[in-house]
Nanobody, 120 residues
């Protein structure tokens, strides 16, 4: 599966952005998805995850309450709504396919990322 993220840009602290990820596969609705981010000089980290149906989501404490992920399986699309952005949110954001089972998830098919820059 090929994944392409878009929607990044430059925003002031406190602002919002909505990222999109489109998958080139007919089986998009069969698996969970994740959003990852990697800031300069830092390791890549999970920013959000969502189940195949969209009924279950996960957020790390660093973004909980500010970020919301959703999906539209009819459009093979994944979204990340980011509110109250902070300079520490500056990173390249990418989406990936989630595989495995609860407690043993891993991610594959990394897509090309989109840069989010938050100015103070």
């Amino acid at each position: 599966v090929q994944l392409q993220a878009s929607g990044g840009g430059l925003v002031q602290a406190g602002g919002s952005l909505r990222l999109s990820c489109v998958a080139s596969t007919r089986t998009f609705s069969s698996y969970g998805m994740g959003w990852f981010r990697q800031a300069p000089g830092k390791e890549r980290e999970l920013a959000a995850a969502i189940s195949w149906s969209g009924d279950s989501t996960f957020y790390p404490d660093s973004v909980k309450g500010r970020f919301t992920t959703s999906r539209d399986n009819a459009k093979n699309a994944l979204y990340l709504q980011m509110n109250s952005l902070e300079p520490d949110d500056t990173a390249v954001y990418s989406c990936a396919k989630r595989e495995g089972s609860s407690g043993f998830y891993y991610y594959s098919s990394w897509g090309q990322g989109t840069l989010v820059t938050v100015s103070s």
